[in-house]
């Protein structure tokens, strides 16, 4: 290739070279949940709903589905020289930012705020989509690096400042995961400076970092139109060549956006060499060859049939299943259809198809709104009536009405029905990202925690009908819900479930499924409870540094069934729940310690013998749960590890092992976890990854073994303590 035909392959829409048979290729594509923006597609939850399925099997199966169906999208386009944007195969997803602060707009877009649970979520993902052959099915691609998640008003010049014990506990492991043990093809820089340097040209982000510390092979991509932050909004550079300079000579090797077409200028004023050029788009060639676009593959057989068939629309719809995490229940759930007369829905989002989608999403050949859903899901003769009840936002719903001009349509439906489903929250025009959305004072973000004033009043008013009333809330975070804590008969969190999503949602309401998600956020109660948004900081945020009482813990969820773990298995001795004591032989693996070690909340109620044993390596946890009740149900084993010793340890606990699990009525299973080595280190202020401390509680059970927890669900861990090195230490 000559100079001018290599820097031409690094914009994002890289033209054909036909004299050497190279077709036309543009990078950009979108797969969140579902292939986007390119046509009719399969329509998966948002990304924060499929996290709160705790499901790695499912996200793998998610990410095969969007890898199928986007081969079936470019096989059918490409035949037809179709090369436009959004038809290729390398997919800008997954989003492992964590969510750190609720006000975030683009929080939905990601897996959470755990990076355990993030990085096994979306490495689970990239598996899917890049699948196992000798061509990649589809290349991944994990942004954004790093050490961002908001404010999006300023994200353009935003310096994002974290200590290093920070970056490399929380902000990058996920991002490490997906590198070294899911092999992502691509990775994406953030808009953002982190400590000063502009991460789409970051020399320690991407080559100190990024290819020499984890050995990163792939390419990396600029954010669209970050590159020319550098020179507008960060003010490191003075000029676009500059920025283009900055950029490729730090391991950026195409560019989303249009500040590439400055690379020949640049290279003509010795600011970057054709070497660089070319290195550039050697590796970028690599991805293209990996996916097979010059030869043939078994992927060229998959045919236009494969989208929205049966069995991707099935997996959409258990994806949205195990998704649901039910809240509160005062025993109203699930509806018994033989006593219901009539049947209340009611809110702006009930029949809305914006909230069921979220944001990067595709088109769907069906949607199915909750209203909808539960139309077609009650038996004839069962009356469903509907009311909007106010708008998303604004004071009245039509222009030239009076305030509030839907609530006493409202009060009528409330009057005539036997219970109402209360359908409110957001969409994406109230959190999403800067400059598309109809958000425009936080830009994406939200000012708080709070229901728009509208709904809010909307609410009140139907809760004081005096019927029965089960709020559906329909959000990509965590809001305050303390109001509905208090006054619903139940509350489900709905995320934002995907096209179909209403159908699933009337199946889980009615009983046909039981809810089985759990919280991959932490909701608070309010936003005076946290740091400053743009503080990058740790303490205080998420579950692991949150040091007040939340309204609804991370983890937390409840079934229609009755789970509980009965009995944990470890190192050859076992552990009953609410046993008086450990049974098992001591041994070279454990011994009992009448003492006893306790930590504030992770004592669990009751005193008991705690197993104290030492461990190297890997832990394997065997764990029996069982079903009391007649109900089928999913559940979730967490296993969560606290370092006793370490002042660099959480001082809450982290995460560290789970298991989606189902059981029939009255089922009992055993159901084995291992808890990698690196859950006993911790990470100092250096950032260095390291052993310290010798006394560690492992908790397993359905939920965090926090006080809250335990509060809404009335049901204990099991806690036992074990020495993380060496030989176990007195008796």
């Not at 593959?297 to 236009?304: A, K, M």
């Not at 198809?353 to 595709?362: C, K």
């Not at 998600?517 to 400053?532: A, M, Q, W």
């Not at 789970?563 to 001795?573: A, F």
Request: hydrophobic letters at 35%; charged letters at 25%; glycine letters at 10%.
């Amino acid at each position: 290739m000559t100079l001018e035909e290599k820097a031409s392959q690094l914009r994002y829409d890289a033209p054909a070279i036909p004299r050497l048979g190279v077709p036309a290729y543009n990078w950009w594509n979108e797969g969140l949940h579902g292939v986007a923006r390119a046509g009719v597609a399969t329509s998966f939850p948002q990304a924060i709903g499929m996290a709160a399925a705790f499901d790695t099997g499912l996200m793998q199966m998610v990410g095969d589905v969007i890898a199928e169906e986007g081969r079936a999208k470019y096989n059918a386009y490409s035949a037809r020289d179709d090369r436009d944007i959004y038809k290729g195969l390398t997919f800008w997803s997954p989003n492992v930012n964590i969510f750190r602060d609720p006000r975030w707009g683009r929080g939905h877009e990601t897996y959470g705020e755990d990076p355990y649970l993030t990085g096994e979520l979306g490495s689970a993902f990239v598996k899917g989509l890049q699948g196992d052959g000798e061509y990649l099915k589809a290349a991944a691609c994990a942004k954004h690096f790093a050490v961002h998640s908001g404010p999006e008003a300023v994200r353009h010049q935003f310096d994002a400042r974290v200590s290093k014990k920070d970056l490399y506990e929380t902000y990058l492991p996920a991002f490490e995961k997906l590198v070294k043990e899911a092999d992502v093809e691509a990775v994406m820089g953030a808009y953002n400076r982190t400590n000063g340097e502009p991460c789409c040209g970051s020399r320690t982000l991407i080559q100190d970092i990024l290819r020499e510390e984890w050995g990163f092979q792939g390419h990396y991509v600029s954010d669209c139109w970050a590159i020319r932050d550098f020179h507008e909004h960060h003010m490191v550079t003075d000029t676009a060549e500059e920025s283009a300079a900055m950029a490729l000579k730090n391991g950026c090797d195409v560019n989303c956006g249009n500040t590439y077409l400055h690379l020949l200028k640049a290279c003509q004023d010795g600011l970057v060499t054709e070497e660089e050029i070319g290195k550039a788009a050697e590796r970028l060639f690599t991805t293209r060859f990996l996916l097979g676009l010059f030869d043939e593959t078994g992927y060229d057989g998959i045919g236009y049939d494969r989208l929205e068939c049966a069995e991707h629309v099935e997996t959409a719809a258990r994806a949205t299943a195990e998704s649901l995490v039910l809240l509160k229940n005062n025993g109203i759930l699930p509806l018994k259809k033989e006593d219901i007369r009539a049947i209340g829905v009611i809110g702006p989002n009930a029949d809305s198809r914006s909230a069921l989608i979220g944001n990067y999403h595709g088109t769907s050949s069906r949607y199915i709104t909750v209203l909808e859903g539960i139309q077609d899901y009650v038996p004839e003769g069962t009356r469903v009536y509907y009311s909007e009840g106010c708008h998303l936002f604004r004071d009245r719903v039509e222009g030239l009405a009076w305030r509030q001009d839907r609530i006493s349509e409202a009060l009528s439906v409330a009057k005539n029905s036997d219970v109402v489903i209360l359908c409110l929250g957001l969409d994406e025009t109230l959190e999403g990202e800067e400059g598309d959305t109809g958000n425009s004072y936080a830009s994406g973000d939200k000012a708080d925690l709070l229901l728009p004033q509208v709904q809010r009043e909307l609410a009140e008013a139907v809760m004081q009908a005096g019927k029965p009333v089960i709020l559906l809330n329909m959000t990509g975070s965590a809001m305050d819900l303390r109001y509905f804590e208090e006054h619903a008969d139940a509350v489900m969190q709905v995320w934002y479930p995907g096209a179909r999503g209403g159908k699933t949602i009337a199946e889980v309401l009615f009983g046909e499924i039981s809810p089985s998600g759990k919280l991959p956020v932490t909701f608070y109660n309010s936003i005076e409870e946290l740091p400053e948004f743009e503080d990058y900081g740790m303490k205080g945020r998420t579950y692991r540094y949150f040091e007040g009482t939340p309204l609804y813990p991370f983890g937390y969820g409840l079934t229609y069934g009755d789970v509980k773990v009965d009995m944990v298995e470890c190192g050859g001795i076992v552990i009953a729940a609410g046993a008086e004591k450990v049974r098992g032989e001591a041994g070279s693996q454990g011994r009992i310690h009448p003492e006893g070690i306790t930590a504030d909340d992770w004592k669990a109620p009751g005193k008991r013998e705690i197993l104290r044993m030492d461990t190297a390596g890997d832990l394997t946890i065997k764990v029996k749960i069982s079903n009391k009740s007649d109900v089928a149900t999913g559940e979730v084993i967490q296993v969560y590890v606290k370092n006793l010793d370490s002042e660099y340890a959480p001082p809450n606990g982290k995460l560290c092992g789970v298991s989606r699990v189902f059981l029939s009525g009255k089922e009992s299973q055993w159901v084995t976890l291992t808890v990698d080595k690196d859950a006993f280190t911790v990470v100092d202020n250096e950032g260095k990854k390291r052993m310290d401390g010798s006394r560690f509680l492992i908790s397993v059970g359905l939920g965090q073994p926090d006080a809250r927890t335990r509060t809404l669900t009335g049901k204990e861990n099991i806690i036992f303590a074990l020495h993380g090195k060496g030989e176990p230490q007195g008796d």
